[in-house]
Nanobody, 124 residues
Framework: QVQLVESGGGLVQPGGSLRLSCVVS????????IGWFRRAPGKEREGVSC??????????YYVDSVKGRFTISRDNAKNTVYLQMNSLKSEDTAIYYC???????????????WGQGTQVTVSS
């Protein structure tokens, strides 16, 4: 049974950092691309970042608004994908979800299995 569980969200001041975790069960995490999405109030869901599986091109993708601030990584031993978020801004406030995806350098496609989401609030 495939399951993705996010954690690490919370309340942080502007300029602060958070690290989100996506623990995957049901398959080895490097067998499939994993992506992070977010949905802010009143806005459409947005693909934030994704990383391809080990048999892919090793591609990573970041939406322009997070480039240089967010870093996606994978720990195969823990079957976990992380999203390190630095220099957080109020506009990063959203519910963040991880999902299995087709990860390419141009974006995160065909999301399939989803986690339940974790709330990130950036506010002073």
């Amino acid at each position: 049974q495939v399951q993705l569980v996010e954690s690490g969200g919370g309340l942080v001041q502007p300029g602060g950092s958070l690290r989100l975790s996506c623990v995957v069960s049901g398959f080895p995490v490097d067998y499939h691309g994993i992506g992070w999405f977010r949905r802010a109030p009143g806005k459409e869901r947005e693909g934030v970042s994704c990383i391809s599986g080990s048999d892919g091109t090793g591609s990573t993708y970041y939406v322009d608004s997070v480039k240089g601030r967010f870093t996606i990584s994978r720990d195969n031993a823990k079957n976990t994908v992380y999203l390190q978020m630095n220099s957080l801004k109020s506009e990063d406030t959203a519910i963040y979800y991880c999902a299995t995806v087709e990860a390419r350098s141009t974006g995160c496609y065909d999301p399939d299995y989803w986690g339940q989401g974790t709330q990130v609030t950036v506010s002073s």
